[in-house]
């Protein structure tokens, strides 16, 4: 397995405002990716954090919202930007081991008020 | 693009009860196969996956997944559930040639009562 540790577990945010959330690995991995959980809802990828590149986002995300970086085999941020109370979501960074396993971080759950 | 199923939102059964969760999924190619648990305050586990061979994968916790191909199903299956089940459950699909990103289905609530 892997140990995921993500800043901040949770946080509670003035629209408009930005937050940037940390994800940590306990040992390199090759992928991360950062997923939203909205209340009541299932988990949707918003992007594929690349080491040493930009992110490949999905459909539906773009980076101006949710700049990501990836500055080694061990750390992610993901910014959410200008946000709004649509933004009020779990974000879960996951990284690859073991070939197609995915693991998951514990999340950081964000109110916008 | 892929999708995923899950016929069920709301599960609700008595301890000891036997537990099954459909799950379908839309894509003709070759396809990973996982159910994820989430505990009440708790993040995302794995209990069981499919990549290929046995189409009856056995995971942790006495749960069981029978991969039928010609149905697009992974149904979820555990004989005898313990309230220490109750959790939501997720089916995902990774596509192989879409570069390990997983497609969740809505999820499953469970809800054991003692």
């Known amino acids: 397995s892997a140990v995921i540790s993500q800043k901040p577990s949770r946080d509670i945010c003035q629209r408009g405002t930005s937050l940037t959330i940390q994800c940590q690995v306990d040992?390199?991995?090759?992928?991360m990716f950062w997923y939203r959980q909205q209340p009541g809802q299932s988990l949707t990828l918003i992007a594929t954090a690349n080491q040493g590149s930009e992110a490949t986002y999905e459909s539906g995300f773009v980076i101006d919202k949710f700049p990501i970086s990836r500055p080694n085999l061990t750390f992610s941020t993901l910014t959410v930007s200008n946000m709004s109370p649509e933004d009020s979501s779990i974000y879960l960074c996951?990284?690859?081991?073991?070939?197609?396993?995915?693991?998951f971080g514990p999340g950081t759950r964000l109110t916008v008020l | 693009a892929q999708s995923v199923s899950q016929h069920n939102h709301h599960v609700i059964l008595s301890e000891a009860a036997s537990l099954e969760l459909g799950c379908n999924y839309s894509y003709g190619g070759t396809v990973n196969l996982f159910w994820y648990v989430q505990y009440p305050g708790q993040h995302l586990q794995l209990l069981l996956k499919?990549?290929?061979?046995?189409?009856l994968v056995k995971g942790i916790k006495g749960f069981e997944a029978e991969f039928i191909k010609s149905k697009f199903s992974f149904n979820l299956r555990k004989p005898s559930v313990q309230w220490s089940d109750t959790a939501e459950y997720f089916c995902?699909?990774?596509?192989?040639?879409?570069?390990?990103?997983?497609?969740f289905g809505g999820g499953t609530r469970v809800l054991v009562k003692p």
């Open positions: 996951s990284v690859i081991r073991q070939g197609t396993e995915q693991f």
């Open positions: 995902a699909v990774n596509v192989q040639a879409a570069g390990n990103k997983l497609t």
């Open positions: 040992s390199q991995v090759t992928m």
């Open positions: 499919y990549f290929s061979g046995d189409p």
